[in-house]
């Protein structure tokens, strides 16, 4: 499956944006889609996941209760909603896919349970 996500830009401190992820082929629903951001310098590290079904989702500590992470398998996309955004939420945003071997936040917060990874979408948040 190909992935391609959008939807970055310039916002500020306060504001929201939604990423969105589209993903190529008839089995898109097959996959636990992820996404992951990676700041100037730093590592990529975890951000949301939903299931396959979209019956399950994880967020990191750092972003929970104000991104929420969805999918419309029919459409083949998943988003992103981010509110409340925060200078240090700036980064580029990847989607990735995959079949994650346990669905639990340990596993699935791992860069190596993903095999595919969209190119990101820059999200700059100015204070």
């Known amino acids: 499956v190909q992935l391609q996500a959008y939807g970055g830009g310039l916002v500020q401190a306060g504001g929201s944006l939604r990423l969105s992820c589209a993903g190529s082929?008839?089995?898109?629903?097959?996959?636990?889609v992820g996404w992951f951001r990676q700041a100037p310098g730093k590592e990529r590290e975890f951000v949301a996941v939903?299931?396959?079904?979209?019956?399950?989702?994880y967020s990191s500590d750092s972003v929970k209760g104000r991104f929420t992470i969805s999918r419309d398998n029919a459409r083949n996309t998943a988003a992103l909603q981010m509110n409340s955004l925060k200078p240090e939420d700036t980064a580029v945003y990847y989607c990735?896919?995959?079949?994650?071997?346990?669905?639990?936040?340990?596993?699935?917060?791992?860069?190596?349970?993903?095999?595919?990874w969209g190119h990101g979408t820059l999200v700059t948040v100015s204070s």
């Open positions: 939903i299931s396959s079904s979209g019956g399950t989702t």
């Open positions: 990735a896919a995959g079949v994650v071997r346990s669905f639990t936040y340990y596993y699935t917060s791992s860069k190596s349970e993903y095999r595919y």
């Open positions: 082929g008839r089995t898109f629903s097959r996959y636990d």
